[in-house]
């Protein structure tokens, strides 16, 4: 289960969801009703693209304070985050399945997947991320 405003998933395939200005065509991510550029209100779902490049990235060594980190600080292990620039429209910030360093450079392909949400994962909770590589679209 994922919060069907950021992304669906069907066939395996994870599909993110942001909006285009009816007006500007400025592109979001996540979606709202009025756009960051022109001001104005009207703006359209729009399917983001599935592949795009490393735009930053760094590795997260220790836990987050909480909220919203809710695990043990035992239990953690560091985690890549990124952002990726999709479509060549925008850039979205997620959580990266490698936090290897040697496995990610800046302007490598990227592909959004879906992700068990860190501490809900009994939950049947989901969320995005991005791994390394072209993937299937």
Not at 64 to 80: I, L, R
Not at 94 to 109: F, H, K, S
């Amino acid at each position: 289960m994922i919060d069907e405003r950021l992304a669906t998933i069907a066939d395996g395939e994870i599909q993110l969801w942001g909006s285009r200005c009816d007006h500007c065509g400025t592109v979001t991510f996540p979606q709202q009703s009025s756009c960051p550029r022109c001001t104005r209100d009207g703006s359209e779902r729009h399917a983001l693209a599935r592949t795009g490049t490393l735009w930053s990235w760094t590795i997260q060594g220790f836990p987050p304070k909480s909220p919203p980190y809710g695990g043990s600080s035992d239990a953690f292990e560091p985690y890549g985050v990124g952002y990726v620039a999709l479509g060549g429209e925008v850039r979205v910030e997620g959580i990266l399945t490698t936090a290897d360093p040697e496995q990610l450079a800046i302007g490598m392909p990227m592909h959004a997947v879906a992700l068990p949400a860190a501490g809900h994962e009994q939950d049947g909770l989901m969320t995005f991320g991005f791994a390394p590589g072209a993937g299937s679209t």
